[in-house]
Structures are given as C-alpha cells and as structure tokens.
C-alpha cells in the first residue's frame, strides 16, 4: 500500500492550495483519512480527518479556512486550504487507515510529505 501526496508549493498570504493524496495498492477498505503536518522545530499535529462516512474534524487553527474531503471510488482525500496564513507553512503529511485484506485488521499509513509554504 502506498500513499502519493501532491499539490503543495510557494503561496502568498490569503492565497489557496489544494493538496491531494491517493491510496493505491492491496486495498480491501479505507477508514479515517486525514491530513497532518509538521513545522520546523514543532511536532507533528493533526489538521484534518475524514471518516469512512464523511464526517470530518479539524484543528482549531484551520477552522472556517480549511476543507477535507474524500472520492472514496478513486481513494483519495484532499485538502482545500483557503486564507493561507505564514504560519501554515509546514510539510504536509496525508495518512490513511487501511484494510489489505478482510483477514487482517486496520494499518495506518503515510504519505511522503509534501512542503506548503505561505510567503510573500
């Protein structure tokens, strides 16, 4: 299984990305997926996360400037990230929870990260 994220880049202030993230591989069933991220010097935190069933949860930071969402027939999530702020920028890391196959239980995976950087 492996996770393929893309869309990050150089943005100014109040600017807009759209980040994506597809799963491919042995698939049998996706959870949660979520959007992460990781500032210099800072730990990694939770920006976004999308059940199965649509339901999302955000960081407070994000609220009313981010969107999640998820095209469960392609296995893919995506992040709308409006009003972009300088401290947004961060690598950006898209995780999945992941059956293989009905006989084994759920797995989280990571994409490789992808550099968001909000400047003018």
């Known amino acids: 299984v492996q996770l393929q994220a893309s869309g990050g880049g150089l943005v100014q202030p109040g600017g807009s990305l759209r980040l994506s993230c597809a799963a491919s591989?042995?698939?049998?069933?996706?959870?949660?997926m979520g959007w992460y991220r990781q500032a210099p010097g800072k730990q990694r935190e939770l920006v976004a996360i999308i059940s199965a069933g649509g339901s999302t949860n955000y960081a407070d930071s994000v609220k009313g400037r981010f969107t999640i969402s998820r095209y469960n027939a392609k296995n893919t999530v995506y992040l709308l990230m409006n009003s972009l702020k300088p401290e947004d920028t961060a690598v950006y890391y898209c995780n999945a929870d992941i059956r293989a196959d009905p006989s084994v239980d759920y797995a989280g995976y990571w994409g490789q990260g992808t550099q968001v950087t909000v400047s003018s």
């Open positions: 591989g042995n698939i049998f069933s996706i959870n949660d």
